[in-house]
């Protein structure tokens, strides 16, 4: 079985032996969900994480690539149960496979202007908000990030190391300005993370979790994720080039 797969899915994989031998048995992997699910996969969308394609009939299929960020996934679907997120019709563990309800019109939040996206997702990440029993196979966001932090020196070095290691040193989440001359990075450290823009430059800490970093478009506004408590919530910052919000608000 032929099955296409996007730039943005190479580009990601195919720098690993794990993803590149992932790739080798995607084929296997879609066809036999299609087998298990009593689907067929017609429309591959454009991604770079997982393999997502439209399927008959009504639904899509997600193959996730095996790795701890996609691990509890499905836990996560099945706790929601489609109120905040995408509806779980079923899974398959074994293959990492989620086959889910089809949305439309489909786009993501990064077509809305950001003035409308930002309250968006802040109002979906409450929504998606749900406690947790003792026992659950959930990781906290905290965790998460200082494992990240942990991962990126060594992968700094064995990429050759493309940039100055203080960019890598317990730093897990950045995004270039608009302008492509300085960077906004969150760091981890002391059982805080912080974020710093420029870079040495503490504009927030916090000992929650936070995640997800961005520029506006235009570079005046930083955005990012927070996790207080097991609760979501999106942070604005004004960047120095913008004097029109409080230094932080959120939603």
Do not use: C
């Given at each position: 079985?032929?099955?296409?797969?996007?730039?943005?899915?190479?580009?990601?994989?195919?720098?690993?032996d794990?993803?590149?031998?992932?790739?080798?048995?995607?084929?296997?992997?879609?066809?036999?969900a299609?087998?298990?699910?009593?689907?067929?996969?017609?429309?591959?969308?454009?991604?770079?994480?997982?393999?997502v394609?439209?399927?008959?009939?009504?639904?899509?299929?997600?193959?996730?690539?095996?790795?701890?960020?996609?691990?509890h996934e499905?836990?996560a679907?099945?706790?929601?149960?489609?109120?905040?997120?995408?509806?779980?019709?079923?899974?398959?563990?074994?293959?990492?496979?989620?086959?889910?309800?089809r949305?439309?019109?489909?786009?993501?939040?990064w077509?809305?202007?950001?003035?409308?996206?930002?309250?968006?997702?802040?109002?979906?990440?409450?929504?998606?908000?749900?406690?947790?029993?003792?026992?659950?196979?959930?990781?906290?966001?905290a965790?998460e990030?200082?494992?990240?932090?942990?991962?990126i020196?060594?992968?700094?070095?064995a990429?050759?190391?493309?940039?100055p290691?203080e960019?890598?040193?317990?730093?897990?989440?950045?995004d270039?300005?608009?302008?492509?001359?300085?960077?906004?990075?969150?760091?981890?450290?002391?059982?805080?993370?912080?974020?710093?823009?420029?870079?040495?430059?503490?504009?927030?800490?916090?000992?929650?979790?936070?995640?997800?970093?961005?520029?506006?478009?235009?570079?005046?506004?930083?955005t990012?994720?927070?996790?207080?408590?097991?609760?979501?919530s999106?942070?604005?910052?004004?960047?120095?080039?913008?004097?029109?919000?409080?230094?932080?608000?959120?939603?």
């Amino acid at each position: 079985m032929a099955v296409r797969i996007s730039p943005g899915l190479l580009a990601t994989h195919g720098r690993s032996d794990a993803g590149r031998r992932w790739l080798e048995r995607l084929p296997f992997l879609v066809a036999e969900a299609e087998r298990r699910f009593g689907v067929r996969a017609v429309e591959p969308f454009e991604t770079h994480i997982a393999y997502v394609a439209a399927a008959s009939p009504d639904s899509v299929l997600k193959v996730n690539f095996p790795d701890e960020e996609s691990e509890h996934e499905s836990h996560a679907l099945e706790l929601a149960a489609g109120d905040g997120t995408v509806r779980l019709l079923a899974r398959d563990d074994e293959l990492r496979a989620l086959l889910l309800e089809r949305l439309e019109p489909g786009k993501t939040l990064w077509t809305v202007p950001e003035a409308e996206a930002n309250p968006i997702a802040a109002r979906v990440l409450r929504r998606f908000w749900r406690p947790v029993e003792p026992g659950h196979p959930f990781r906290r966001l905290a965790d998460e990030a200082s494992r990240w932090a942990e991962q990126i020196v060594p992968e700094w070095d064995a990429g050759g190391r493309p940039f100055p290691r203080e960019l890598a040193e317990e730093v897990y989440h950045a995004d270039w300005h608009p302008n492509g001359n300085s960077l906004a990075v969150i760091r981890a450290g002391g059982g805080k993370s912080r974020v710093e823009y420029p870079i040495g430059k503490t504009i927030y800490e916090t000992f929650n979790g936070i995640s997800d970093i961005r520029f506006s478009p235009k570079g005046d506004r930083i955005t990012i994720s927070e996790n207080s408590a097991g609760r979501g919530s999106i942070a604005i910052h004004s960047s120095p080039d913008a004097s029109t919000l409080p230094p932080w608000k959120s939603w």
